[in-house]
């Protein structure tokens, strides 16, 4: 079994990711995915959970951009209030934009963790850049064949994280 895609971290949700981990294990930055991570895909806007998340974050000195394969309009529209660094269309797995947002928030790439809830678009974006991979169960998720498919890939390597972590 290929254990590319095991997850470094794994999280109820994004809001028990906090600064005191991340310093914990020197990330100074996170680059966060947005849908199903943050707020499921039918919230335009991030609500107070979320804006409160991304402040403390920010007050206790830890950067945050958001990086989405979502559009522009979308990831515009979302961003508008926080105004973060951030980039839609990124293409995940592809490394690209992970690249942009780490200089674009003036840190080294090593210094930074992916947060999203997807293996096959997050965490592999994570493992070719090298820097760890925070995965938190999906919002909400969406049971067309294609998701349903997605996250049966999953399974296999959500089992090696729990064994792995096992107390
Ligand atoms: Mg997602």
Redesign the pocket.
């Known amino acids: 079994m290929p254990k590319t895609l095991v997850p470094d971290f794994v999280f109820d949700k994004f809001s028990d990711v906090t600064a005191e981990f991340l310093k914990e294990h020197n990330i100074k930055a996170i680059l966060s ?5 943050l707020s499921p895909y039918e919230h335009d806007v991030p609500n107070d959970e979320v804006r409160a998340w991304v402040k403390n974050l920010q007050d206790s000195g830890i950067k945050i951009a958001l990086v989405s394969n979502n559009n522009y309009e979308r990831l515009d529209k979302y961003n508008a209030e926080m105004g973060l660094v951030a980039y839609a269309d990124a293409g995940k797995p592809s490394r690209k934009c992970y690249f942009k947002a780490a200089s674009d928030l003036g840190v080294d790439i090593a210094d930074c963790a992916v947060l ?3 293996l096959l ?2 965490c592999w974006s994570a493992r070719r850049v090298k820097i760890p991979c925070i995965i938190v169960p ?1 919002i909400k998720d969406k049971r067309d064949l294609f998701h349903r498919f997605k996250r049966a890939v999953e399974v296999p390597f959500m089992y090696i994280y729990k064994k792995r972590n096992k107390k």
């Not at 995915?33 to 991570?37: A, E, G, L, P």
């Open positions: 995915d947005v849908d199903n991570t999203g809830d997807q678009t997050d999906p």
